[in-house]
């Protein structure tokens, strides 16, 4: 599925849902919400079972974010320790290559461009073995050879796997979709 639309208007705010990076406070500010909350307001909907299936850890996500340049402070270390934590399905190293991050393999990830940033976190969500992808503007800092590269990867490595995509990019969202 590809999402398109202006800024600000919660494309972004649904994806950390669905993944279960954010709970909804269903409207009530003083109450903490809980994952049987939320099950309980959409339990006539297929969000229902979705979310029942999310909060029991019965569906795996990869996630990639839409704040790239927020993944230092969440991980240290170099690119290629990065993805060999995270590489479940044993194409890290082929991505690597693909999105032409080989000669920064050992680089800090703190050092990293906005556009080495972004194609780090495309190849380690696609290194997932997941039921659900969500893939957070995967187009933004980079070239358009690289969207071109990017929207074929995700198509080819998604295989197997519910996708949601937001994009700005319509062209890449709609060769991704």
Do not use: W
Request: proline share 2%; charged share 30%; glycine share 8%.
């Amino acid at each position: 599925v590809g999402i398109l639309g202006r800024n600000g208007i919660g494309k972004s705010t649904a994806l950390n849902i669905l993944s279960g990076n954010l709970m909804p406070n269903l409207g009530r500010l003083n109450k903490k919400t809980s994952g049987q909350d939320i099950i309980d307001k959409f339990s006539k909907s297929y969000l229902g079972e979705y979310f029942k299936k999310l909060f029991d850890k019965k569906i795996k996500i990869a996630y990639k974010p839409q704040r790239i340049e927020l993944l230092p402070d969440f991980y240290k270390g170099t690119v290629k320790q990065l993805v060999k934590k995270v590489d479940e399905k044993g194409i890290g190293n082929e991505l690597i290559k693909e999105l032409q991050l080989e000669e920064h393999k050992e680089r800090e990830i703190s050092k990293l461009s906005g556009g080495e940033l972004q194609k780090l976190a495309i190849i380690a969500c696609l290194s997932k073995k997941a039921d659900v992808m969500f893939i957070d503007e995967p187009a933004s800092f980079l070239d358009i050879t690289s969207r071109i590269k990017v929207a074929k990867l995700i198509k080819e490595h998604s295989k197997g796997s519910s996708v949601m995509v937001v994009e700005h990019d319509l062209a890449t969202l709609d060769y991704i979709s």
